[in-house]
């Protein structure tokens, strides 16, 4: 639900001689035609200036703007893009007295039309537009957010979120990405703030009344979504980047929480010069911190002014895990790709929003990989792959590329599939071309497209050239369908050393039965090998494909887990890949046991195997591998919530496995430990603590009391876990003392947190009272909708219930760009029938039939979970009273030791 105010602009049409173009059409009409647009294309803008005054108290700005344009053809009028801007008076100017305008506004559309009373000859104008707009306290257009200082004094800096659609907030403007323009920005704001834009200033004056003028360079040719400017009482500290000025920028007295973010931007810029193959080409590179946090976003690429909520941009000791603290280099790596992708070339139209977001998150993974190989980002990227194929299996899902008409479907685009299958289609079609042959395509993409527009098909035929070919088809497959490929494992005979075996190609679904839907079909590209043996690279045509591959033995698809499919065995077969596990790579393990989750779950294959495959994991795998398999006992833990005979004996499973692994990397962090030994204490501990584990309820206890009275009692890294346990577990006693600490936070990313906590009790009456607290000014405008996001994850029907009778105020937590996504985001943990019908009528009453798909996929979720719990629970209630000692016994090597690194 969008609310736009009535423009109510009418400047007198005065007499003039009629205006003409200062020249006839001195800039050629770049603009696509063929690209979906809402606005009339008698236009293009090519360079914008403009002048904003921030009333920050107020939550008010005054601007002008000056656009120089070409009129391509005859016109009357002029439509911009503006949305809850108030436009007091606008002319067209050229050659000859300037034009005056009366302004209409369209709030659906977030148009404004500009009438000039008379036709305008095809030529160069300038319109110049005097209005004033709203600062916002969601990060739309823009935006205050407020913090404490570390003096512990009351702040507010104010920020810009443009993307997709909200430069339109900012300036009257054609806010699509494929009208790009230079742009200038001069803002007015209090001399003792700091001023941030893509560009360096250019000039700084004071002026009267306590405030200064600064004007910022004239940026490259981007897209308006890409302008940004911030002020407050903002720090910045830099490092050079060969000729790049890197800078990060922060609330005034946090400069030591940026040096991690600032070592980070500093190291990947030269890699990523080198790969893309055309240096970054503005002067400097910022990285501008924001207190508080999104529904819908973390970090965002405006151009050379990169803005990154703090908690996951700052490194503060008191509060950052490793896993935040790995992190901020993953987010720092996605924006920066952006700079090239998305930034120097852009999607023409929402509908290739993917190449922006598949691309910059594949990027981020190789940029991982090169600089800390001992992260394990091939791990998460496989984690990544399994989020999109469990949104990717519904039939609710989307086509990577998909056709985008609405802002509203624009802010929904914003989605699993659009990032990490975009990331692992990517991941598959490099493995396809080679990295050497992507690269070279990559390479001339960018350089043939820079400061331009491009559809998906433009990186494609790139790449073909670069000498990919037949990557075309594979990428159209797997781009312009939607769902899963499955591929079903045949017999396998072996002769002379070699393995020969037919793989059936079908689709996977979640929520189709086999047989009641045709499947789609796929150009596949399959890794296959016999275990040990060298893979064969082979393309599927056609439902039936012949594979031969060296060596004999158990066949291993999706070898090194590149591809965006899942195998299915014949029950022999998986038997036999689980007996021979320990001799498949750990990546390829993690692949295996995530996809017999899935098909077990999806009754592909009963349970049972799939918990073999989970209980076959080695205890001396690398700590991701044993983190996966903690994560499976921990799901089917809760799955028999309400058992208490099942639930008791996957506890004992989860302490006979976990517990030693535990007292053997220690409770706290050890100098020089394995990375991702590091990442997986917590993990241990919540689960534990979960279940309940004597040792580890008793220290959370302990560490409980011990920070009443000394802050440091646990390490930063660790608070929250140990918080968490005691607040999940928390009566109303204690559920006091931590709303008193959430109060006293000194940070603003501490405070979040904290208040997060008081929603993730599981006792009801204490839910209910940290959603009632989420309504009150207390927690501030910002953190509130994370704590009904946290009592929605123990309590999804209580958070529903009550967002839905709060809307009116709920609605005021979440940004614009996040409502549609909101109460769906709440409601899919349910397990309660009642729900859907909820959700349903909320939709109908609510939202337009095109833009509720994310609450059509809540229903979805909540609709598969209903109709697959008892199956999953019987074949999972067998397989335990076949295990009744737990999982078969696993072999005792010890974990990986705190100090070996690799
Ligand atoms: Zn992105």
Same mark, same amino acid.
């Given at each position: 639900m969008r609310q736009l105010f009535v423009l109510l602009a009418s400047a007198a049409v005065v007499c003039a001689a009629p205006v003409a173009p200062v020249?006839?059409?001195?800039?050629?009409?770049?603009?696509?035609?063929n690209v979906p647009t809402q606005l009339p294309r008698n236009a293009v803008p090519h360079h914008y200036a403009i002048t904003i005054t921030p009333h920050a108290e107020a939550l008010g700005f005054d601007g002008t703007v000056a656009i120089d344009l070409d009129v391509t053809k005859p016109t009357r009028t002029l439509t911009l893009n503006a949305a809850n801007l108030t436009i007091a008076r606008a002319s067209l100017g050229g050659r000859g007295a300037p034009l005056p305008a009366t302004v209409s506004n369209d709030e659906n559309g977030q148009t404004a039309t500009f009438d000039f009373g008379r036709t305008v000859a095809p030529g160069a104008y300038r319109l110049t537009i005097d209005y004033s707009g709203k600062i916002n306290t969601q990060a739309n257009g823009l935006f205050a957010l407020d913090y404490k200082n570390p003096a512990g004094a009351q702040k507010r800096a104010i920020f810009t979120q443009f993307e997709p659609a909200d430069a339109r907030r900012f300036i009257p403007s054609w806010d699509e990405p494929d009208y790009k323009a230079t742009f200038d920005l001069t803002a007015r704001v209090p001399a003792d703030q700091m001023a941030v834009g893509?560009?360096?200033? $250019?000039s700084s004056r004071p002026l009267a009344g306590g405030l200064k003028e600064v004007k910022f360079q004239t940026t490259p040719t981007m897209s308006s979504y890409l302008l940004f400017f911030g002020s407050g009482e903002f720090g910045r500290i830099t490092k050079m980047a060969g000729k790049t000025e890197t800078g990060i920028v922060m609330g005034r007295g946090n400069e030591a929480k940026a040096r991690t973010a600032l070592d980070a931007e500093a190291e990947i810029l030269p890699y990523y010069n080198q790969y893309f193959g055309t240096p970054y080409p503005l002067p400097k590179l910022d990285n501008v911190a924001g207190p508080g946090q999104s529904q819908f976003f973390s970090a965002m690429e405006n151009w050379g002014s990169i803005f990154t909520f703090e908690r996951v941009l700052l490194d503060d000791p008191a509060v950052t895990t490793d896993r935040e603290r790995q992190a901020i280099f993953g987010v720092e790596a996605h924006e920066m790709a952006h700079q090239w992708f998305g930034d120097l070339v852009t999607m $023409?139209?929402?509908?290739?929003l993917w190449l922006n977001e598949g691309f910059a998150s594949w990027m981020a993974t190789k940029a991982t990989k090169h600089f800390h190989p001992d992260w394990g980002a091939e791990f998460g990227a496989v984690g990544a792959r399994e989020g999109a194929m469990g949104q990717d299996s519904l039939f609710t899902t989307h086509p990577i590329v998909q056709h985008i008409r609405t802002v509203e479907q624009a802010n929904q685009a914003f989605d699993g599939i659009t990032y990490s299958k975009g990331e692992s289609v990517i991941s598959m079609l490099e493995g396809y071309a080679s990295p050497a042959t992507w690269q070279r395509g990559i390479q001339a993409y960018i350089r043939a497209h820079q400061y331009q527009n491009t559809r998906t098909d433009d990186l494609w035929r790139a790449v073909e050239a670069a000498g990919a070919k037949g990557l075309t088809q594979i990428a159209h497959d797997f781009t312009l369908q939607p769902g899963v490929p499955l591929i079903r494992v045949g017999a396998v005979t072996c002769a002379a050393g070699q393995s020969h075996v037919t793989l059936t190609q079908d689709e996977f679904s979640a929520d189709r039965k086999p047989g009641s839907f045709t499947p789609l079909s796929w150009h596949v590209p399959l890794r296959v090998a016999a275990i040990g043996g060298r893979p064969v690279t082979v393309v599927t045509s056609g439902r039936e494909t012949q594979v031969t591959v060296p060596g004999c033995g158990p066949i291993l698809v999706n070898a090194g887990q590149t591809g965006y499919y899942r195998s299915l065995y014949p029950a022999a077969a998986a038997e036999q890949l689980r007996a021979s596990?320990?001799?498949?790579d750990p990546v390829d393990q993690y692949g295996l046991v995530l996809d017999q989750q899935a098909l077990s779950r999806a009754g592909y294959q009963p349970m049972g195997i799939a918990l073999d495959f989970t209980a076959a994991i080695p205890a001396s795998s690398p700590p991701e591998l044993s983190a996966l398999g903690l994560g499976v006992w921990t799901g089917l833990y809760e799955t028999f919530d309400g058992d208490k005979a099942a639930q008791a004996q996957i506890a004992a499973i989860i302490e006979q496995r976990y517990a030693p692994m535990l007292a053997q990397i220690g409770l706290t962090p050890k100098a020089g430990e394995n990375p991702t030994v590091g990442t997986f204490r917590p993990q241990l501990i919540a689960a534990l603590g979960n279940v309940g584990d004597p040792q580890v309820t008793a220290e959370a206890r302990r560490l409980f009391a011990a920070l009443q009275t000394n802050p440091n009692a646990v390490p930063g890294g660790l608070k929250r876990t140990w918080l968490g346990i005691v607040a999940a577990k928390a009566d109303a006693a204690t559920w006091d003392q931590l709303h008193a600490m959430a109060r006293n936070a000194s940070s603003a990313t501490e405070r979040q947190n904290l208040y997060s906590l008081l929603g993730s009790a599981e006792d009801e009456a204490l839910a209910k009272r940290a959603l009632d607290l989420s309504l009150t000014d207390e927690p501030g405008k910002t953190v509130s909708a994370g704590i009904i996001g946290a009592v929605a994850r123990q309590h999804p029907d209580l958070a529903l219930d009550f967002v839905l009778a709060h809307w009116p105020q709920v609605q005021n937590f979440v940004d614009l760009s996040a409502q549609s996504r909101f109460i769906g985001r709440i409601a899919?943990?349910?397990?309660?029938?009642a729900t859907i019908a909820k959700l349903d009528a909320y939709a109908n009453a609510n939202i337009a039939p095109t833009a509720r798909k994310p609450v059509d996929q809540a229903i979805n979720v909540i609709k598969v979970r209903l109709a697959s719990e008892a199956r999953i629970k019987s074949e999972a209630g067998e397989w335990l009273r076949a295990h009744p000692a737990g999982a078969p016994a696993a072999p005792a090597a010890p974990a990986p030791s705190p100090t070996e690194r690799g």
């Open positions: 020249a006839a059409a001195p800039h050629a009409d770049t603009v696509d035609l893509n560009m360096p200033v $250019a $023409a139209w929402w509908d290739d596990f320990s001799r498949v899919s943990g349910s397990h309660n029938a």
